[in-house]
């Protein structure tokens, strides 16, 4: 068995055995959501522009308040699970061997995907993030939140992601050496350009991971941000993979593992929601693994979906403050097709299709170049 085969099947059986751990937690957890009521006690009243949400109020006011937040625990804490128990169990002792008579065997150390220059820093962003993100759900939860959003104030949140995007654009720059922007079917054939960026780079790290941020508005209809995010991860895990970071690529997969979980439960009617711990946790991963396989160009064509739904919030304001009247029934854009009578799962279905396909021409860029 070669190396190439065996980073393949393990990233296959990880993503497996992450869905089997999630499928399983998942139940308990949806328990508990409920036990403890974590869902929202009033839906939300007002848009962010203060006007009264009479359309949105009118479409979610029993399931907001019904259906508890708080889904994304089961996405991040069994990513980081799988990737933790591994790591220690492909450092196992040589005595511990030793006492069973055999030798460690050659595919046993190879379990660890946890790799400093692959791993680590999206893994950081996902868990980061997602403890942000629950904070801002605890506090809608138990905190009111009658303006969209709720819970950690809008100036905060955007304080907080821009602060990790410091962080990681600074290690990116002074800690990797990241310099340059790779620029797909630019310059000769085969295609790609490198564009040097010296120190800016720390700044379009935070730009991104802010644009990222924005595109968490997604998750508004049951399985709509579940089925956007797996196109998203495994659209980074095949370039990741062919760029030989087969670590990076199995840390995407087992992402989707747990989100085909998530989405079991999730789907119409959905047992719970994702919440602000998983949306923002996986958009910093997202920017994360879009850094570190130098495919920052393609991620608005890859997470496509993404753009269209945070671009519709700002196409929204800017008619409303420019021509005094709104563009869209309801925003993000999805809500809009609910209000002219398109049933929910039809939304989130054609929305999935168009999601794969985003994905798909974004890894065909990427990879020409």
């Avoid at 935070?206 to 941020?213: D, E, K, N, Q, R």
């Avoid at 130098?294 to 008619?319: T, W």
Wanted: contains cysteine.
């Amino acid at each position: 068995m070669t190396l190439f085969t065996f980073n393949i099947i393990r990233m296959l059986i990880f993503t497996a055995v992450t869905s089997i751990i999630a499928f399983l937690a998942a139940p308990r957890l949806i328990v508990f959501l409920r036990r403890v009521k974590f869902w929202k006690k009033n839906a939300r009243q007002k848009t962010i522009t203060g006007e009264e949400a009479s359309v949105f109020h009118s479409l979610h006011k029993e399931r907001e308040t019904s259906v508890p937040r708080g889904g994304g625990l089961l996405i991040w804490t069994s990513v980081l699970l799988v990737a933790l128990f591994f790591s220690m169990v492909s450092a196992a002792p040589d005595w511990i061997w030793q006492n069973l008579g055999i030798s460690a065997p050659w595919w046993f150390v190879l379990l660890d995907f946890l790799s400093r220059e692959q791993v680590w820093l999206p893994l950081f962003a996902l868990v980061v993030g997602s403890l942000i993100g629950l904070a801002d759900d605890i506090l809608t939860v138990y905190g009111g939140g009658k303006y969209i959003g709720g819970g950690i104030t809008f100036k905060r949140r955007l304080l907080a992601v821009a602060i990790i995007g410091l962080v990681g654009g600074w290690w990116f720059y002074e800690k990797l050496g990241y310099e340059t922007m790779h620029i797909p079917l630019a310059g000769d054939f085969p295609g790609g350009i490198d564009i040097f960026i010296g120190w800016f780079y720390i700044p379009l790290f935070v730009i991104v991971m802010l644009a990222s941020w924005a595109g968490g508005v997604i998750d508004g209809l049951d399985g709509l941000a579940g089925g956007a995010f797996v196109s998203i991860f495994a659209a980074f895990a095949l370039i990741a993979f062919s760029q030989g970071k087969a670590d990076l690529a199995t840390f995407c997969a087992i992402i989707c593992g747990a989100l085909f979980a998530f989405l079991w439960f999730n789907i119409p009617p959905a047992k719970f929601y994702m919440g602000e711990t998983g949306a923002l946790g996986l958009t910093s991963a997202m920017a994360v693994a879009a850094f570190l396989t130098d495919s920052v160009v393609v991620l608005p064509v890859i997470a496509g979906l993404l753009v269209i739904e945070a671009g519709s919030v700002i196409v929204q304001l800017a008619h409303k403050k420019i021509l005094k009247r709104k563009l869209w029934l309801s925003t993000p854009i999805h809500h809009h097709f609910e209000a002219v009578g398109w049933p929910a799962h039809s939304v989130t279905m054609r929305f999935w299709i168009l999601g794969i396909i985003f994905a798909a021409v974004g890894v065909a860029i990427r990879l020409m170049g």
